[in-house]
């Protein structure tokens, strides 16, 4: 059995971390759906409505570069 953990302990480790990384991707990606969506609506020339999903992004969300670029 303690030939085949030290194969088993890198593997397990690798499967964990790409669960962990594909979650948080799938967040950020979440986050610039609205922000998408605000874009489109101001290219639509629908300013407020863009104006509005700006600014709940910008509270809502922690990604400094999402802030910067909702203001």
């Not at 986050?31 to 992004?57: C, G, M, P, T, V």
Request: proline share 1%; aromatic share 12%.
């Amino acid at each position: 059995m303690h030939k085949y953990s030290w194969i088993l302990f890198p593997l397990l480790t690798a499967g964990i971390s790409t669960t962990v990384s594909a979650q948080k991707s799938e967040i950020y990606t979440h986050d610039l759906r609205d922000y998408n969506r605000a874009i489109e609506l101001y290219k639509d020339k629908q300013y407020l409505s863009a104006q509005i999903i700006f600014e709940e992004i910008r509270q809502q969300n922690h990604h400094q570069e999402v802030q910067a670029d909702c203001a």
